[in-house]
């Protein structure tokens, strides 16, 4: 601690304590009578000597770290305190300051900096990586969605192909059903391919892209089909099942629901609910009691086994008039593994 007289010319010092002349190593004789900037040096921050001279010009407390010098030319970081002494008028008689040696608290904030430093370039180098790899795995996503879908698209010509060159009957509508639904898993890999996140898959573009080519191929003067399906955003896993599932109920309804050219109505929806996905295919015709059996058909039981895999539940109904499925699946019910890869996958070895 020391007292300065700001009545005294520069301001000096007029009583210090022991512990003072112990922390700067000076004698009282030697420090008695001069101005405490006795203890700044070449590293002395001048902005902090500023704002001192200032506080002590203006009468004003003020605390602040600054580095000072001691007698040996050591230097350290003094933490001081700096307040006016008032006396019962009111009037500076004293300045009053307690200090203290800061510098292991400034060189643990060094120490704290530099570690920081290191750990927020290595964090950095670190996400660098992880980013390259991310990358590098999406790159390699996309390029085998785009290998896959031209496959299918390949196979599911021959099929096409084949299917018109075979006589009409159940060999042949077998093969244009089987084309139709590598198409539609075709169209799940394009779309995967085309978009930025390849872990994330549009049930909504995906149903507005099939439904405008189940369109394509209809008389809408006498079918008409509409959708309104949600933006959800489902596991890239879901995809096939879903577009599956979809392809089938859409394209039975178009096919057995309006037999003799009868016209009607064929809609799709799908919304998030509380228990996840839930989508409804609902037609204006004969219904199911009055559709033609097929006994070569597995539609229903491509769609029952979708929907079992998913872990959901289908109710059929016959309306008056017409057929209603209605279809509830939770949200990313399928693991990549099972889904993404066909291992462990239900639909995909019955």
Known sequence: MVL??????????????????????????????????MLQGPDTDPRAVSRLREAVSAGRPIEIELINYR?????????????????????????YSAQADMTGKHHHEVAMKDAND??????????????AALEQKTALLHEVDHRVKNNLQVISSLMLLKARRTPRG????????????????????RMLYSTGD???????????????????GIDSDR????????????????????????HELATNAVRHAFPDSRPGRITITAQRSD???RMLIEDDGVGMAGGIPNPAGFGRSLVEMVVRQLHGVIAWSDVSPGTRVEITVPLDAVSLQDAGTGRGSEWATQ
């Open 4 to 37: 300065t007289d700001p009545h005294r010319s520069d301001n000096p010092i007029v009583w210090a304590n022991d512990a003072f002349l112990a922390l700067t190593g000076y004698s009282w004789r030697e420090i008695e009578g001069r101005n405490c900037r």
């Open 71 to 95: 007698k040996d030319g050591t230097s350290f970081w003094n933490g001081m305190t700096v307040a006016p002494v008032h006396d019962a008028a009111g009037r500076i008689v004293h300045f």
């Open 118 to 131: 290191e750990l927020e370039r290595r964090v950095g180098e670190q996400t660098a990586h992880l980013r």
């Open 170 to 189: 159940e060999a042949r509508d077998a093969l244009q059903g089987m084309a139709e639904r590598i198409g539609a898993l075709s169209t799940v890999h």
């Open 198 to 216: 390849v872990t994330r898959f549009d049930l909504r573009e995906f149903a507005e892209d099939f439904v405008s080519e189940l369109v394509a």
């Open 223 to 246: 079918t008409a089909v509409s959708a309104e399906i949600d933006s959800i955003a489902v596991s890239a896993a879901m995809a096939a099942p879903l577009a599956l599932m979809l």
């Open 275 to 277: 228990s996840g996905l």
